[in-house]
């Protein structure tokens, strides 16, 4: 990428179709072999979009791409069929940033374009490096299928509209450092539709959107550090959250909650959500909820700090 506004694509065989117009790049690949994508270079208006039905990497090594119009960086599968994506390793590599614009004018009919860094497979973090994302239209890390945090990159989430890191399948940390910022009503910092599980590294995340109004749910709903629909597991790592918003909530999960060792902050200081009867708790589970071991400390202002509509059992 190139501040003058004109892009270059180096190393094309004639498994690609390559559209470049200015900084904005669209690559379909129909070949066979995994392919690694090095990103480099700075763009205020451009992007990388992505056809393909192969695994691949893509390695942002000191990329700054900012996507007044849609996603920085969006990996769709093959064109014949965008919602059939590979899995795609995220290497962080030297200083990256990478943000969208407040209008997704750029996503064509029938493709799905969630967030600043999207995914339809899986995204797998790697690296040494550090990532920033600022997300003003959307979500900030999005994954139609699974998102996992591995090695030790440093990622932060800066996100005004939309989740901070949403994993449909799962959200999986592993090590690395996570910091996420969101400020959006009923937001969650990390969500999935499936679960959310902690097995190292250290995470941060800090929510001061209020409840409000689900015109798709028609029901109230607010906002969590961590929400899972299936189950929440903490094995190891430390992990601080901090709720300012009405009904807010630090971890909630549909199914239950193991806390099974590492370190676990909440605090939430914002009040009950009257109007829609959404309660501000610290852990709250559908399910039963489980420790066995670690740390774990919760204050909570307005109602329960740690509550479970199961069984909590206690037992390290």
Known sequence: ??????????????????????????????????????????????????????????????????NP??????????????????RTFVVVVGTNVLSDGTSYTDTPNGEDEKAVLFGEGQLVFSGTGSLTINASGKAGIVSDDYVRFMSSPVVKVVSSAGHGVRGKDFVMVSDGNLDIEVSANRK??????????????????????????DDEDREYAGTAGIKADLYFKMNAGSLAITNSGQ?????????????????????????????????AKGIKVDGDLKFTGGNVLVNCSADEAIESKGCITISG
């Open 1 to 66: 990428y190139s501040a003058n506004g004109n892009a270059t694509v180096s190393e094309v065989s004639s498994d690609f179709s390559v559209s470049v117009s200015g900084n904005d790049v669209t690559i379909e690949y129909t070949g066979d072999e995994y392919v690694m994508y090095n990103l480099s270079g700075s763009t205020t208006d451009g992007f990388f979009k992505l056809y393909s039905g192969k695994r691949q990497g893509i390695t942002l090594n000191d990329a700054s791409i900012t």
């Open 188 to 213: 969650k910092g990390i969500c999935s539709d499936g679960y959310v599980v902690v097995g190292g590294g250290s995470i941060v995340i800090k929510v001061t959107g209020s409840a409000a109004y």
């Open 69 to 86: 119009n849609g996603a920085a960086v969006n990996v769709q599968g093959p064109k014949s069929s965008p919602s059939k994506g590979k």
């Open 247 to 279: 009904g807010g909530k630090g971890i909630s999960a549909d199914g239950a909650g193991y806390f099974n060792g590492g370190t676990v902050t909440v605090t939430t200081t914002g009040s009950n959500y009257t109007s829609g009867s959404v309660s």
